[in-house]
């Protein structure tokens, strides 16, 4: 573990951004919207079936199980692995149409794990299903309702030839074999459509956690400065993320000083931060299952170099392009072309080398589907300059809800202006 300096020590105080839009944030997505949910999935699928599946630990002891987005989104349970829903919108017993089945339970293992409930009515209400049973009664179960419908819809993304084949559909292969005139549908779309349009739960729950990760920003600008680690940054944001409610980053942190901001993915947040360095920190907070994803750019001693600068303001210019681009109806092309048109004419096309940001969700990269924005989206924006010539990159990235009239900038409170994060770093010295 590194040495901590006093340096690195994160404030507590709240930023002074971020106060009343935290003060009543909500802690989960209601019961009843879950249902509503499946409710939603079920009329897609007219007469088929479909299941959907948790997954299964793979970690062990030391790991932190937490279930496929789609099972999440559809019932509010992350922590049960091997767990399967059926949607049966067809059965002729309103209860049975759909039924959540969850592992055994086991005495010896409950000791190593933590305890789990009995199916009882507590467990029924708190997750707002009727008819629950374990997974060993999933074959009958899923038979019964196969040979009624005969036809198994695909909810799962599909593999590439090179992964293993989707859950669903190895699960649908066996039974159709067994069923003569069963026939299986690519409902891939279906979640994928629900998914990216966010309720006001969701976006009240996605809110906080970019408030959370403001606070975050907030403590990194008390913090930087040269002779400190990457890590201290790092550690500065994620140590602010918990003090004000989450559980910790949606995401490996991204702390990359001078030739390392250049990397898209840095991992490693070990190199000293140095005087004329800018600093690229790409992290957000997770809340309620939910992420933020946020980027920004600072210099390390509080001041841009004239080139810094010069780069600085056209990543900025090619982001407000593209955030203005972003209305229902829009492509994901069409806003990646507003910022990108800005970057190559100014004559660094060939240093922008990624999109322009994704879907943000119950995922950072949250599933995306084929079609163009709808209001209620949340997605990010993030173009970037990459300079490695130069030792130096800047990426700015901000979460953008698209709303029936155009856009909002979530997470507009976290500084980006060069003239005031120069002031802000000098200023806090």
């Not at 007469?47 to 062990?60: E, H, M």
């Not at 084949?165 to 067994?178: G, I, N």
């Not at 990194?220 to 989450?246: C, K, M, N, W």
């Amino acid at each position: 573990m590194a040495k901590r300096t006093t340096s690195t020590t994160t404030s507590t105080r709240t930023p002074r951004t971020t106060s009343a839009r935290t003060a009543a944030a909500p802690t989960a997505v209601p019961v009843a919207e879950h249902a509503a949910r499946r409710e939603r999935v079920m009329k897609a699928l007219g007469r088929s079936i479909a299941v959907v599946f948790a997954g299964n630990d793979q970690g062990g002891h030391f790991s932190h199980f937490r279930a496929h987005p789609h099972f999440e989104w559809l019932t509010g349970i992350a922590d049960e692995p091997g767990a399967m829903l059926l949607l049966d919108p067809g059965h002729p017993i309103a209860k049975r149409r759909v039924q959540l089945f969850l592992k055994p339970r086991d005495p010896e293992i409950e000791k190593w794990d933590g305890l789990r409930e009995e199916i009882a009515s507590p467990l029924r209400a708190r997750y707002g299903i009727e008819t629950i049973f374990r997974t060993n009664a999933f074959p009958r179960w899923m038979l019964d309702s196969a040979k009624r419908a005969k036809s198994l819809t695909c909810l799962h993304p599909f593999a590439a030839h090179t992964a293993p084949v989707s859950p669903d559909l190895t699960v649908y292969r066996e039974v159709a074999s067994r069923i003569p005139a069963c026939s299986i549908v690519d409902g891939t779309e279906i979640i994928a459509r629900l998914r990216a349009v966010k309720s006001p739960a969701e976006q009240a729950l996605m809110q906080r956690a970019i408030d959370i990760t403001a606070s975050g920003y907030d403590a990194v600008l008390d913090t930087i400065r040269p002779g400190i680690s990457e890590f201290a940054i790092q550690e500065a944001a994620e140590h602010a993320y918990r003090s004000h409610g989450s559980r910790g980053p949606a995401y490996g942190t991204i702390a990359g000083t001078g030739i390392n901001g250049t990397v898209l993915h840095y991992r490693a947040n070990n190199a000293p931060l140095q005087a004329g360095e800018l600093v690229v920190l790409d992290s957000g907070a997770e809340y309620a299952g939910y992420a933020a994803d946020i980027t920004r750019t600072y210099p390390v001693d509080g001041r841009f170099s004239t080139l810094q600068r010069k780069v600085y303001d056209i990543v900025l210019k090619s982001q407000l392009a593209a955030i203005a681009a972003v209305r229902p109806g829009a492509t994901f092309e069409q806003v990646d072309r507003a910022a990108r048109d800005v970057i190559t004419k100014a004559g660094y096309g060939d240093f922008f080398i990624h999109g322009i940001g994704h879907h943000l969700g119950l995922e950072v990269h949250d599933i995306t589907p084929n079609e163009p924005l709808k209001a209620g989206a949340i997605i990010t924006i993030e173009p970037g300059i990459y300079l490695p010539h130069e030792r130096f990159g800047v990426r700015i990235e901000d979460d953008i809800l698209v709303t029936p009239s155009g856009r909002a900038n979530l997470s507009s409170h976290i500084e980006k202006d060069a003239d005031a994060i120069e002031r802000e770093i000098r200023g806090r010295r």
